[in-house]
């Protein structure tokens, strides 16, 4: 009888420090939730939808930009029209593509969001120039100049992989939950592997040792 008291003793001690710890861990992951910054949670969601607004918005311009330009430029000449909104797709589609290194750059510089408040302001003038503009050079640049101001989608990506990687585990555990953000983290895996110098990352945001410098053939 006194040895299964002692036993029953010991048995129940041992519950109780086992529920402290799991209390304590609890009580460690929402207090790392709790002490996340909850602005750069709003901070992600407004450039997240701002990419959503711009995506479906130049989809529905770009879809509708050969007439206009026939209409408002061209005086109704479809061929003129359509030559002219080619050019501009191309100046548009090459300017972003040149200048988002550039930003992505500089962006390490100055800082991510000042570029990219830069970048949002100035497209939207834009949007009102190309409604203005007197002749073809002018449509053209226009396009090239919003494009330019476009390479700055980099920093959308930047901004979030920058939020992901520095959060506390406990808060990026529901991050990266989402099939995109697992998939991130894989294609962030597969690049650093690339370099033997430079570490995995693993899910949890922690460095990890690569067991080789290259990959086994």
Known sequence: GAMAEVTSGAVDEEALL??????????AGNGAETAFD?????????????????SIGMGIFFALYSDYATDK?????DSQGSLLATYAFVSYDLASFLSAPFFGTFSDTFGRRNLYL???ATGSILFIVIGEVPNKYAFV?????LGFCN?????????????VMHMP?????????????????????GLRSMDGVTP???RDGNSEAPSSSLPPT
């Open 18 to 27: 086992l529920e402290g710890r799991h209390r304590a861990a609890n009580e």
């Open 38 to 54: 909850v602005t750069k949670m709003t901070a992600k969601n407004c450039v997240n939808l701002w990419q959503f607004i711009g």
């Open 73 to 77: 430029i061209c005086d109704g000449d």
């Open 118 to 120: 830069f970048s949002i």
């Open 141 to 145: 640049l226009s396009f090239a100049i």
């Open 151 to 163: 390479g700055t989608s980099v920093l959308s990506y930047s901004i979030f992989v920058d939020f």
């Open 169 to 189: 585990a406990e808060a990026a555990g529901g991050a990266q939950d989402s099939y995109f953000n697992r998939f991130l983290f894989r294609v962030l895996r």
């Open 200 to 202: 995995f990352i693993s």
